[in-house]
């Protein structure tokens, strides 16, 4: 089966503090993406990464950088933390494929709360 | 941008009751994605449709794609307190690429 997981489910930070949360996937997928879930809101894309090293920005980057340099393992850094990045995050990824072939495996998550 | 509506926001039934969500985009879909989400974990796939016309079924759980590919519906029937959770619609990026744009989710809750 594959497996995404992420490093925390559950993190407390305070205001100005520098965030690293981190996604592993065991399954060889090019592709992996961060989003944020706020009620209401659905899912939103943050960023992605369809190769090592490579980076693309999504719905909503402002605040937040990646890092991508194993194929297995991507990381989502606030780099100063604020009270409304107080979110769910979710990692996922997927095989490079064609349109209509791009399921996404999901971790379980990090409930991250900015003080 | 595409854009996914679902409907209704919320939902509750009771046990053994029928159920019908919707998903409408506003572009053609190349492809739909359901996932369900239990509360504070991430998302399961269920099914995905392509083309217009198809149906699939796991279990109680039915998904349709219109004819259009503009609009699906997911269907659950008899409803059991372990289908309580989000539903979430999600589907292909127009232009290429592997983006998946999402719904705003069901939340279903099953009542005893």
């Known amino acids: 089966d594959v497996k995404v997981t992420q490093s925390s489910r559950y993190l407390v930070k305070r205001t100005g503090e520098k965030v690293f949360l981190e996604c592993v996937q065991d399954?060889?997928?090019?592709?992996m993406f961060w989003y944020r879930q706020d009620p209401g809101l659905g899912l939103r894309l943050i960023y992605f990464?369809?190769?090592?090293?490579?980076?693309e920005k999504g719905d909503i980057p402002e605040g937040y950088s990646v890092s991508r340099e194993k194929k297995e393992r991507f990381s989502l850094i606030l780099e100063s933390a604020s009270t409304n990045q107080t979110s769910m995050y979710l990692c996922?990824?997927?095989?490079?494929?064609?349109?209509?072939?791009?399921?996404?495996?999901f971790g379980p998550g990090t409930r991250l709360t900015v003080l | 941008s595409q854009e996914l509506e679902q409907s209704p926001q919320s939902l509750i039934v009771q046990e053994g009751k029928n159920l019908t969500i919707n998903c409408t985009s506003s572009?053609?879909?190349?492809?739909l994605y359901w996932y369900k989400q239990k509360y504070g974990e991430g998302l399961i796939f269920l099914m995905m449709?392509?083309?217009?016309?198809e149906e699939k079924s796991h279990e109680k759980i039915t998904a349709k794609l219109d004819e259009k590919k503009q609009q699906s519906s997911l269907h659950i029937t008899a409803s059991q307190p372990s289908h309580a959770g989000i539903y979430l619609c999600?589907?292909?990026?127009?232009?290429?690429?592997?983006?998946?744009?999402f719904g705003t989710g069901t939340q279903l809750k099953v009542e005893l």
């Open positions: 999600g589907a292909d990026g127009t232009g290429g690429g592997n983006k998946l744009t």
């Open positions: 996922a990824s997927t095989l490079m494929g064609a349109l209509g072939y791009n399921e996404q495996f």
């Open positions: 399954m060889d997928h090019e592709n």
């Open positions: 572009k053609t879909l190349y492809g």
């Open positions: 449709l392509q083309k217009g016309g």
């Open positions: 990464s369809y190769d090592v090293k490579m980076k």
